[in-house]
């Protein structure tokens, strides 16, 4: 069992930068794949960024490569995702997940078992 809290979200002006965290409890993160997903109004949930169990593989959106890093720290139980050069297009709920998987799996939502509730950016021009 894993509870996922998401926070630091928020509003802020682009192009400037904000960053996530994804608080776990219950279990350690460190068997777990963690994964970054949003959905904007109107919109599907997409994709955004993953990273393996120990940290050593990360898998981006193309949307986002060059712009956001998710990275983990398994001794404070949590992942982070930067948000660097935001623009109004990254506007959505984001959502933190767990995966009893690693690898490529991670870029699809069918594999992950645990989600946050979700926590609101927005970007203004």
């Known amino acids: 069992q894993v509870q996922l809290v998401e926070s630091g979200g928020g509003l802020v002006q682009a192009p400037d930068s904000l960053r996530l965290s994804c608080a776990a409890s219950?279990?350690?993160?460190?068997?777990?794949?963690m994964g970054w997903f949003r959905q904007a109004p109107g919109k599907e949930r997409e994709f955004v960024a993953a990273?393996?169990?120990?940290?050593?593989?990360?898998y981006y959106a193309d949307s986002v490569k060059g712009r956001f890093t998710i990275s983990r720290d398994n001794a404070k139980n949590t992942v982070y995702l930067q948000m660097n050069s935001l623009n109004p297009e990254d506007t959505a709920v984001y959502y933190c997940?767990?995966?009893?998987?690693?690898?490529?799996?991670?870029?699809?939502?069918?594999?992950?078992?645990?989600w946050g509730q979700g926590i609101q950016v927005t970007v203004s021009s």
């Open positions: 997940a767990a995966a009893q998987s690693d690898g490529s799996r991670l870029i699809s939502s069918f594999w992950y078992d645990y």
């Open positions: 219950g279990r350690t993160l460190s068997s777990y794949g």
């Open positions: 990273i393996s169990r120990i940290g050593g593989s990360t």
